[in-house]
């Protein structure tokens, strides 16, 4: 099973609310992702959660907040975010390593009004 | 820095035909190279991982080549059809910065029927 899951597909949020995205793998990997994809533009990496630890924030504003709870789940927590922010937003994740794949899951399309 | 550079930015082909796809880089300094494929408003899928020793992969109609002292990469597709018209993706893992995959904004393919 090579599979990412994320919910929910879509997501409309007002910049008031506070909204989570999710992603979970069953593969056993131990590094996941966060990145924001515009469109007609390559993803850029937000986030990496090494062994459950954030290693990685690429300088990302404060209103996006990741969270690993356990080695199969990630979550994506949003508040007060703005317009700008409307986007794909894809979770990966890979073994431990920099030899291995990035295996993505199908994202969640946010738009923020 | 890294720079990935994916030529054409688009190609239209008729079905049947074979075609080369092309990603260039400028720091040789690389763990591997994926080439992924997108569809309109879905996430990634891997189509090919190449390590920095190797020179190819092949899966299917597939084949990937890696000249890392050219710094280029190819993604030949063999007897195209209507169902590979996608956006594809290369991306490297750089030594330089290993958890991060550095994207070429990608080659948007048509196969016409």
């Known amino acids: 099973d090579t599979e990412v899951t994320q919910t929910p597909k879509h997501l409309v949020m007002g910049m008031t609310n506070k909204k989570s995205l999710k992603c979970e793998q069953h593969?056993?990997?131990?590094?996941m992702y966060w990145y924001k994809q515009k469109a007609k533009k390559p993803p850029e990496l937000m986030f990496v959660y090494s062994y459950e630890k954030l290693s990685i924030n690429e300088s990302v504003p404060s209103r996006f907040s990741p969270e690993c709870p356990n080695s199969s789940l990630l979550n994506l927590h949003l508040h007060a975010l703005q317009p700008e922010d409307s986007a794909l937003y894809l979770c990966?994740?890979?073994?431990?390593?920099?030899?291995?794949?990035?295996?993505f899951g199908p994202g969640t399309r946010l738009t923020v009004t | 820095k890294q720079e990935v550079t994916q030529i054409p930015a688009a190609l239209s082909v008729p079905e049947g035909e074979n075609l080369v796809l092309n990603c260039s880089f400028t720091d040789s300094a690389i763990y591997n190279l994926q080439w992924f494929r997108q569809d309109p408003g879905k996430g990634l899928t891997s189509l090919l991982l190449i390590q920095s020793s190797q020179r190819e992969q092949t899966s299917g109609r597939l084949n990937a080549s890696l000249d890392k002292s050219s710094g280029r990469s190819t993604l030949y597709i063999a007897a195209s059809q209507p169902g590979d018209s996608a956006t594809y993706l290369c991306?490297?893992?750089?030594?330089?910065?290993?958890?991060?995959?550095?994207f070429g904004k990608g080659t948007l393919l048509t196969v016409n029927p």
């Open positions: 991306a490297l893992r750089g030594r330089r910065s290993n958890y991060k995959l550095t």
């Open positions: 593969m056993g990997h131990r590094a």
């Open positions: 990966a994740s890979s073994p431990q390593g920099a030899h291995y794949e990035q295996y």
